[in-house]
């Protein structure tokens, strides 16, 4: 787990990552199903694709809709800006040319297995807790290191429950 940054001007970042027993393929299987991650998250609450044929790929989008007790509930619409299958999957949220936030996952051979990386980048567009950050300027390092965390633990938990789907061979 690493989180550097400590302005939101700086597009912090997290990151968790887990060696998994079981090929690209099968992590893939999991990381680019955008239907499954509300089970796995503890924020997200739907998701779905709103591309014209309604199937992944560059350029594809979907809506998301999360819930946070501080934050409320909320959708945003992300745009696929990487898409490298069974490597590399990556969303910015709301302006992909000025994302309140980019999301990545990466899939990496290693040893008989997969290395997975989830990331979070933070900025540089607004997001809800720019309206935090505008109320209380003198805490901004406070309210990025708070949400920085936030991501980090439910990043190491999101992760770890696609290791033991893709260990099992479950969906």
Same mark, same amino acid.
């Given at each position: 787990m690493e989180w550097t940054g400590a302005r939101y001007a700086d597009g912090p970042t997290a990151q968790a990552e887990i060696?998994?027993? #079981?090929?690209?393929e099968a992590v893939w299987a999991l990381v680019s199903d955008i239907t499954l991650m509300p089970e796995l998250s503890t924020e997200l609450q739907a998701a779905h694709w709103v591309s014209p044929d309604d199937s992944p790929g560059l350029g594809s989008t979907f809506v998301g809709t999360s819930k946070h007790d501080a934050l409320g509930e909320w959708s945003t619409t992300s745009h696929v800006v990487e898409w490298d299958p069974p490597r590399v999957f990556a969303w910015a949220v709301s302006d992909p040319e000025t994302p309140s936030a980019t999301w990545r996952f990466t899939l990496e051979d290693s040893e008989g297995g997969t290395l997975l990386r989830q990331w979070v980048r933070m900025g540089p567009g607004r997001s809800g807790l720019s309206i935090a950050i505008e109320a209380m300027p003198d805490k901004e390092q406070k309210i990025v290191f708070v949400r920085m965390r936030e991501f980090e633990n439910a990043m190491r938990g999101v992760v #770890?429950?696609?290791? %033991? %789907?893709a260990e099992a061979g479950a969906r």
């Open positions: 060696w998994i027993d #079981a090929t690209p #770890a429950e696609i290791k %033991r %789907r």
